[in-house]
């Protein structure tokens, strides 16, 4: 089985372009004018590379898409422009002719690995859905992952169409499919059939070409792998009925070791989007409470549901491995969808004996899911008795991996006890379910330990309460979510109105700030609306109580439990309640990070450095440009990546571009320009620079010979944040000032950019005196 995971086309333009893919299953030719029988699979827009250059389409703007073994797939891009180029197969099949080979026709093997083809097939030439010429030939790539040992590739593959040579498009085609007047001189070689299962770089990388792994591994790096077999068990694909999901156990066979999950399969009969989760705890899922702290969501993904008779991969990308050892040898899965499209058979048997096993593991019938959001124990969450359908990916392990244990929080231990608390309000106006809210460190603090929240309630009776955190701000960020964890769940007595309900510190998992982890989003949710807030009518997530600490910002209320919908949040509404934290000590460890360095990078020796502007923001748009300046006793710097400020958390593209000399006024694009960094990551949200990897940047030198550089830090799109700055703020400044120092550089105030792509000769595009928010990561020059 493969997941195609995107695409890469070929446009002769250098503008945005918006791009359509719409698929179906098995062959084009007889859907080619039914467009009932198409799927939308991406959206999007992106900026075209230009002739004999692919343009990808973004992942994130696409659903994966699962193709079994022997099965086909078709597929139709569609730009609403006349800028996609194809080939033309005339040339290719008079040189297959004379060669003696078949000659090409629609439906003709064009390209292949051992592991996937692509077919001669259409040019699109009027509209939608109408005017076919054929054939024509793709030109572009393929970019997938396999799922099987039988496969070519271990992670990424990419099959190319065409290198695109020999193109024509729709704008010169005439209705009889005559030769285009603007195809590449035949003196250009057509691309050659043997192809590589990789794709080739088109420049040299920046970066190691393997991605980091997404989670520590249980061993130092250095031991040989345990790992000795992978395996894939199925179940079944009967169907019979189905809903949102299931929920059952997999038990590790009596002898063996261990083993790591490494991805599900679905089932589902229909050919449409999903959105899936999947859920894991130690022990059995059947019976168990939901949420809790228990269980940990090891995937959430979209794909597009294969269909009928056909198994939908979960993408192993978008799935943390999760162990089963000897220590526990039994897990329960909760896997569930948001819409009631997974299929699961009833079980005739009515008993949770085995539903399939080999030589390894062995899956439990289970129970089915009757809704989205899973409600654990509530009457009528599952439906009883209902077999999983569907497959388990795994790797055995040669010897058993330590103990499993749930992901803890980072704790801070004090050597001092001076401890604290800080209140917000008591004078409620409204209420329902819980609070949204964010904790920040104060500017100076050395750090805390929240050890305990209370709340206000208007009844004297038992509730039930839970306490979620994660890393920045949770303002506008999806709830479930893995970026979420559960810290605390209990159930206590209402001390009733203008009276603070105590959550016990036994019930609840401290957590730190620190200079590390500066901010923190919390969310308080009563399993009733008895849980009291203000409106706020000022409607600004500003600051709503502070002392020497923390500071506590206004947020949202939650008006539905659990709170997993958009509509469950109403904004501007304030915690009422305390926060109860203990204070870390200030430390002489030479590895503790200062408070001005809020990225949370220490530095590696005594000849590296951090330089931090402001992340006050204030304003923003698509980017910024500023320049870097050495200072002149400093014997210079390498510049080895950069932190940027968003209040966003969804995933973002940064490029990074540097010239030597000054950034403003400096014509682009332009020769001079140098892009040193394009990556796609997640934004820290709120109160938080977002860090570019070093593996992803590459290093510039700032020194006698060049001792100012500009960059342009851009994001594609309107999510970077910076602030207003005063023109000459400093005594002997320049126009555009200098914002901050240290003993070997100066980073200046700049100005802000309107747009993606940057053209700086277009007009009403830059911001003037727009001060870049973000750090500055370098390491000092011997001198």
């Given at each position: 089985t493969?997941?195609?995971?995107?695409?890469?086309?070929?446009?002769?333009?250098?503008?945005?372009?918006?791009?359509?893919?719409?698929?179906?299953?098995?062959?084009?030719?007889?859907?080619?004018?039914?467009?009932?029988?198409?799927?939308?699979?991406?959206?999007?827009?992106?900026?075209?590379?230009?002739?004999?250059?692919?343009?990808?389409?973004?992942?994130?703007?696409?659903?994966?898409?699962?193709?079994?073994?022997?099965?086909?797939?078709?597929?139709?891009?569609?730009?609403?422009?006349?800028?996609?180029?194809?080939?033309?197969?005339?040339?290719?099949?008079?040189?297959?002719?004379?060669?003696?080979?078949?000659?090409?026709?629609?439906g003709?093997?064009?390209?292949?690995?051992?592991?996937?083809?692509?077919?001669?097939?259409?040019?699109?030439?009027?509209?939608?859905?109408?005017?076919?010429?054929?054939?024509?030939?793709?030109?572009?790539?393929?970019?997938?992952a396999?799922?099987?040992?039988?496969?070519?590739?271990?992670?990424?593959?990419?099959?190319?169409?065409?290198?695109?040579?020999?193109?024509?498009?729709?704008?010169?085609?005439?209705?009889?499919?005559?030769?285009?007047?603007?195809?590449?001189?035949?003196?250009?070689?057509?691309?050659?059939?043997?192809?590589?299962?990789?794709?080739?770089?088109?420049?040299?990388?920046?970066?190691?070409?393997?991605?980091?792994?997404?989670?520590p591994?249980?061993?130092?790096?250095?031991?040989?792998?345990?790992?000795?077999?992978?395996?894939?068990?199925?179940?079944?694909?009967?169907?019979?009925?189905?809903?949102?999901?299931?929920?059952?156990?997999v038990?590790?066979?009596?002898?063996?070791?261990?083993?790591?999950?490494?991805?599900?399969?679905?089932?589902?009969?229909?050919?449409?989007?999903?959105?899936?989760?999947?859920?894991?705890?130690?022990?059995?899922?059947?019976?168990?409470?939901?949420?809790?702290?228990?269980?940990?969501?090891?995937?959430?993904?979209?794909?597009?549901?294969?269909?009928?008779?056909?198994?939908?991969?979960?993408?192993?990308?978008?799935?943390?491995?999760?162990?089963?050892?000897?220590?526990?040898?039994?897990?329960?899965?909760?896997?569930?969808?948001?819409?009631?499209?997974?299929?699961?058979?009833?079980?005739?048997?009515?008993?949770?004996?085995?539903?399939?096993?080999?030589?390894?593991?062995?899956?439990?019938?289970?129970?089915?899911?009757?809704s989205?959001?899973?409600?654990?124990?509530?009457?009528?969450?599952?439906?009883?008795?209902?077999?999983?359908?569907?497959?388990?990916?795994?790797?055995?392990?040669?010897?058993?991996?330590p103990?499993?244990?749930?992901?803890?929080?980072?704790?801070?231990?004090?050597?001092?006890?001076?401890?604290?608390?800080?209140?917000?309000?008591?004078?409620?106006?409204?209420?329902?379910?819980?609070?949204?809210?964010d904790?920040?460190?104060?500017?100076?603090?050395?750090?805390?330990?929240?050890?305990?929240?209370?709340?206000?309630?208007?009844?004297?009776?038992?509730?039930?309460?839970?306490?979620?955190?994660?890393?920045?701000?949770?303002?506008?960020?999806?709830?479930?979510?893995?970026?979420?964890?559960m810290?605390?769940?209990?159930?206590?007595?209402?001390?009733?109105?203008?009276?603070?309900?105590?959550?016990?510190?036994?019930?609840?998992?401290?957590?730190a700030?620190?200079?590390?982890v500066?901010?923190?989003?919390?969310?308080?949710?009563?399993?009733?609306?008895?849980?009291?807030?203000?409106?706020?009518?000022?409607?600004?997530?500003?600051?709503?109580?502070?002392?020497?600490?923390?500071?506590?910002?206004?947020?949202?209320?939650?008006?539905?439990?659990?709170?997993?919908?958009?509509?469950?949040?109403?904004?501007?509404?304030?915690?009422?309640?305390?926060?109860?934290?203990?204070?870390?000590?200030?430390?002489?460890?030479?590895?503790?990070?200062?408070?001005?360095?809020a990225?949370?990078?220490?530095?590696?020796?005594?000849?590296?450095?951090?330089?931090?502007?402001?992340?006050?923001?204030?304003?923003?748009?698509?980017?910024?440009?500023?320049?870097?300046?050495?200072?002149?006793?400093?014997?210079?710097?390498?510049?080895?990546?950069?932190?940027?400020?968003?209040?966003?958390?969804?995933?973002?593209?940064?490029?990074?571009?540097?010239?030597?000399?000054?950034?403003?006024?400096?014509?682009?694009?332009?020769?001079?320009?140098?892009?040193?960094?394009?990556?796609?990551?997640?934004?820290?949200?709120?109160?938080?620079?977002?860090?570019?990897?070093?593996?992803?940047?590459?290093?510039?030198?700032?020194?006698?010979?060049?001792t100012?550089?500009?960059?342009?830090?851009i994001?594609?799109?309107?999510?970077?944040?910076?602030?207003?700055?005063?023109?000459?703020?400093?005594?002997?400044d320049?126009?555009?000032?200098?914002?901050?120092?240290?003993?070997?550089?100066?980073?200046?105030?700049?100005?802000?950019?309107?747009?993606?792509?940057?053209r700086?000769?277009?007009?009403?595009?830059?911001?003037?005196?727009?001060?870049?928010?973000?750090?500055?990561?370098?390491?000092?020059l011997?001198?």
């Amino acid at each position: 089985t493969l997941v195609l995971k995107t695409l890469d086309i070929h446009t002769d333009s250098l503008d945005e372009v918006d791009v359509e893919v719409y698929m179906v299953v098995g062959s084009y030719s007889p859907h080619s004018y039914d467009a009932a029988a198409w799927s939308l699979i991406c959206k999007t827009r992106v900026r075209g590379e230009g002739y004999f250059a692919r343009t990808r389409l973004p992942e994130e703007d696409f659903a994966k898409v699962a193709i079994p073994g022997g099965e086909t797939r078709g597929f139709y891009i569609s730009l609403r422009s006349p800028s996609l180029r194809y080939s033309e197969v005339e040339a290719v099949g008079a040189r297959r002719r004379l060669q003696g080979e078949e000659e090409l026709k629609v439906g003709s093997v064009w390209s292949e690995t051992r592991d996937i083809s692509v077919h001669v097939g259409a040019g699109l030439a009027l509209s939608e859905w109408s005017g076919l010429y054929e054939p024509r030939v793709l030109n572009g790539a393929l970019v997938y992952a396999c799922i099987g040992e039988q496969c070519e590739v271990e992670d990424d593959g990419v099959i190319i169409s065409t290198s695109a040579n020999n193109t024509s498009s729709l704008p010169s085609e005439e209705p009889t499919g005559g030769q285009a007047s603007n195809s590449i001189p035949p003196s250009i070689p057509l691309p050659p059939t043997a192809l590589p299962s990789r794709l080739p770089s088109r420049s040299p990388s920046i970066s190691p070409s393997r991605s980091p792994t997404r989670r520590p591994t249980a061993y130092p790096t250095s031991k040989p792998s345990h790992r000795r077999d992978t395996g894939m068990l199925a179940t079944t694909r009967e169907g019979g009925s189905g809903a949102f999901g299931n929920v059952f156990d997999v038990k590790i066979v009596d002898g063996i070791p261990g083993v790591e999950i490494t991805s599900f399969d679905i089932y589902t009969d229909r050919v449409v989007h999903l959105e899936v989760e999947v859920w894991s705890l130690a022990g059995s899922a059947l019976g168990a409470q939901f949420p809790d702290p228990r269980w940990e969501m090891v995937c959430k993904t979209k794909v597009m549901g294969v269909g009928a008779d056909n198994f939908t991969p979960l993408p192993p990308d978008d799935f943390v491995p999760v162990q089963i050892s000897s220590q526990v040898p039994v897990r329960g899965f909760l896997v569930v969808a948001t819409s009631p499209d997974i299929r699961y058979t009833p079980d005739s048997a009515k008993d949770y004996g085995v539903l399939s096993s080999d030589d390894y593991i062995l899956v439990r019938k289970g129970d089915g899911v009757s809704s989205y959001p899973y409600r654990g124990t509530v009457p009528g969450a599952t439906t009883a008795h209902r077999q999983y359908n569907g497959r388990v990916h795994y790797t055995v392990m040669a010897v058993p991996p330590p103990p499993a244990q749930l992901p803890s929080l980072p704790m801070i231990t004090s050597p001092v006890d001076l401890k604290g608390s800080l209140e917000t309000l008591r004078d409620a106006n409204s209420g329902a379910y819980g609070c949204l809210f964010d904790v920040a460190l104060t500017d100076g603090s050395t750090g805390v330990t929240i050890e305990s929240l209370d709340f206000l309630t208007d009844v004297k009776r038992k509730v039930k309460v839970e306490v979620w955190t994660r890393k920045g701000s949770g303002l506008g960020v999806d709830f479930p979510d893995p970026s979420w964890a559960m810290i605390g769940k209990a159930e206590v007595m209402g001390a009733g109105d203008n009276a603070f309900t105590q959550i016990p510190e036994t019930d609840f998992n401290a957590v730190a700030l620190s200079p590390r982890v500066p901010l923190r989003s919390f969310i308080v949710m009563l399993f009733t609306p008895s849980i009291r807030y203000t409106i706020d009518d000022a409607e600004q997530y500003g600051v709503l109580s502070s002392d020497d600490h923390i500071s506590i910002f206004k947020g949202d209320g939650i008006t539905s439990y659990p709170g997993t919908k958009k509509s469950s949040f109403a904004k501007h509404r304030t915690f009422n309640g305390r926060i109860n934290y203990k204070v870390s000590a200030p430390t002489t460890d030479s590895t503790l990070i200062s408070p001005e360095d809020a990225t949370g990078v220490a530095p590696t020796s005594s000849t590296d450095g951090v330089l931090s502007t402001m992340k006050t923001g204030g304003s923003g748009s698509f980017g910024n440009l500023f320049d870097l300046r050495k200072h002149p006793r400093s014997p210079g710097i390498i510049v080895e990546s950069l932190d940027f400020y968003t209040d966003v958390t969804k995933k973002i593209t940064v490029e990074v571009w540097t010239t030597e000399g000054s950034a403003i006024g400096a014509l682009y694009p332009d020769a001079r320009w140098e892009m040193i960094s394009k990556v796609t990551l997640a934004g820290a949200g709120k109160g938080v620079f977002t860090s570019i990897p070093a593996s992803q940047f590459k290093s510039v030198e700032i020194s006698d010979s060049v001792t100012t550089r500009g960059f342009l830090v851009i994001l594609t799109t309107p999510d970077l944040r910076y602030s207003p700055h005063e023109k000459g703020e400093h005594p002997g400044d320049d126009e555009y000032g200098i914002i901050a120092h240290d003993s070997n550089i100066a980073v200046t105030s700049g100005d802000g950019v309107g747009s993606y792509p940057y053209r700086s000769k277009k007009r009403g595009i830059l911001t003037k005196f727009r001060a870049w928010n973000g750090a500055v990561h370098y390491k000092v020059l011997p001198g």
